[in-house]
């Protein structure tokens, strides 16, 4: 009579309960690249997503971390007196997910576009010259999906850094999957992973 009982809510919570991974993504704090606070910037509500490059060269075996933290030291410096890091997320090579500023803090670039309401995620590298890691690709997917998700954002507006200011970046190596459309056809896949984060 047990087992009767049992049986169907153990295939309950096969079917509906049992999904662990289900809203989980790996993001890094700031503290783990030793981020500087941010100085005051206006605020904004993202409603679309950017992919830029980071434009350096990336050795896989160099410390993400520390490349961050320079990125961020050079932006908020007397040259550009930025108010943080320009991006919101930011990609290693190993696909390695990093915090940058407040998703709620517009971002901060070197070309003409206005980046109010845009969601800025950066892969480490120059995508005009190397490929990205598979780890990169994937993290990127997880990362675009995971945001559109929590902050209601649409994945059609993903669009590259070029699609608004003359630039090259996020690189012909990463702009690629936008061209084809194969980038947002499989975070669309991927969001359905993320459907219940709050």
Known sequence: MKNKILLPILAALMLYGCSSTSNVI???????????????????VPT??????????????????????????????????????????????????YEGRNVYTAGETNTTY??????????????????????????????LAYS?????ISPDTIKGHK???ETLCPGK????YLQDGSLIKRVKEAMKAYNNVK
């Not at 559109?148 to 209601?152: E, T």
């Open 26 to 44: 790996d993001i890094k704090p700031r503290s783990e690249w030793k981020a500087l606070d941010p100085k005051p910037y206006k605020s904004h």
């Open 163 to 165: 699609d608004y200011a």
């Open 48 to 97: 679309r997503i950017t992919i830029h490059h980071e434009g350096e060269y990336l050795d896989p075996n160099e410390n993400a971390a520390e490349k961050i933290k320079k990125t961020q030291v050079w932006g908020m410096g007397k040259d550009r007196n930025w108010a943080d890091i320009p991006y919101h997320f930011m990609i290693d090579a190993k696909g390695n997910i």
């Open 173 to 176: 190596n990463l702009y690629k």
């Open 114 to 143: 206005d980046p109010t309401g845009h969601l800025l995620i950066t892969c480490l590298g120059n995508f005009e010259e190397q490929e990205l890691t598979e780890a990169q690709l994937k993290s990127l997917i997880d990362i």
């Open 148 to 152: 559109c998700v929590k902050y209601k």
